[in-house]
């Protein structure tokens, strides 16, 4: 159950022009507990303007919640929240939600049924006179490609329509940060990649400094600029796409990005001992216990007279591409290889296998 935020102690901050050398959203620190469950735990985060972060992780991780804290309908214990420098939240008291100059977009859209389209996209526009809010609604329905649709009703729209509006919604108002929580999940998947697809463009043009919540790796790795990990609570690694898939930093990263051959062993010098033969390990002292990751997809298919021996035992078609289940010696689990859909191998043979030792990942086994 959550509570309802404090009576705000903090002065609103200044919707004046924000200074460009300044994080647009700087968290630090910021915890909270629903009775016994510690849902957020020393959380500290930068979000720099025009930027789209993704936080990613599990249900249940501390996403939502963390969104929730930074438009102000939850109150953190501790820690603070700042926006272009001004405080909006310290150890549980905080500026009211619609001070805060933040935009929030939920799951299901919460499209009042009522109202029209573009009494929707106004509602937020209370404040201004009536002919600039018609004026500044129109423009953000242009720029969703919905002008034709502002006399239209919520129940007449599609899934992907309802949500183009509810996103004209929460930039109408020109907020400093946008959040926007699991906004593609009640899409089937064709609507969905479109619509990200629309959605992504609309925000680069806006400008707009955007937090996105999700469960979905593909989606933050092809949305965000960053990502920001979460596991119980916590931010367990930010970093571009590429830093998270192919510098994980612990074992948790590595696997909640796609399949990832693991190998336990201990550094003996300045190495650790695979399947594949010894693999360099700069940086690690002498006997330290280590966990080497490799992705699939730095494996490759060789003759059979190659060091490593696999035998493949499943074969399955998917369309662009193919997917082997392989045998591999020295490997308790069966290796899942992508090839090309012409590969030619087949359930049965047996193959070589050989890796490149540069795209492999090495982590602390105590980390996770």
Do not use: W
């Not at 007279?305 to 490997?331: D, H, I, Q, S």
């Amino acid at each position: 159950m959550t509570r309802p935020a404090e009576p705000s102690a903090i002065d609103p901050p200044s919707l004046d022009l924000p200074r460009l050398d300044l994080p647009r959203l700087d968290l630090h620190g910021i915890g909270l507990r629903f009775g016994a469950v510690r849902a957020l735990a020393d959380v500290s985060l930068q979000v720099r303007p025009g930027e789209i972060l993704a936080l990613l992780g599990d249900s249940g991780c501390g996403k939502s919640t963390l969104l929730r804290a930074i438009a102000g309908l939850e109150q953190p214990e501790t820690g603070t929240v700042r926006l272009d420098g001004a405080l909006v939240s310290e150890g549980g008291r905080g500026v009211a939600p619609e001070a805060r100059g933040v935009g929030l977009m939920f799951q299901d859209y919460a499209l009042f049924p009522h109202l029209t389209v573009a009494e929707n996209v106004r509602f937020g526009l209370h404040g201004k006179p009536a002919a600039e809010a018609r004026a500044l609604a129109q423009a953000r329905l242009e720029q969703v490609g919905l002008a034709d649709r502002a006399r239209s009703y919520p129940g007449t729209l599609s899934g992907g329509e309802s949500q183009r509006v509810a996103l004209a919604r929460a930039l109408a108002p020109g907020p400093r940060v946008l959040l926007l929580d699991e906004p593609f999940s009640n899409l089937d998947r064709r609507t969905r990649d479109r619509v990200r697809d629309d959605t992504l463009a609309v925000l680069r043009a806006s400008g707009a400094t955007t937090l996105l919540v999700t469960h979905d790796p593909e989606e933050a790795l092809g949305f965000a600029d960053r990502i920001a990990l979460m596991r119980r609570g916590r931010i367990v690694q930010v970093g571009t796409g590429p830093d998270l898939y192919l510098r994980p930093a612990t074992r948790f990263a590595a696997r909640f990005f796609g399949d990832c051959v693991e190998f336990d062993g201990t550094c003996r010098d300045g190495a650790v001992a695979t399947p594949f033969g010894p693999v360099p390990t700069p940086g690690q002292a002498e006997g330290a216990a280590i966990t080497l990751g490799l992705r699939p997809e730095a494996i490759r298919l060789d003759a059979p007279g190659a060091p490593l021996r696999a035998v493949v035992r499943a074969r399955r078609f998917l369309g662009a591409g193919a997917l082997l289940t392989l045998a591999v010696e020295g490997l308790p689990e069966p290796l899942r290889l992508p090839v090309c859909a012409d590969d030619p191998h087949r359930a049965g043979e047996t193959v070589g296998l050989t890796f490149d030792p540069q795209r492999c990942f090495i982590f602390a086994r105590e980390a996770d």
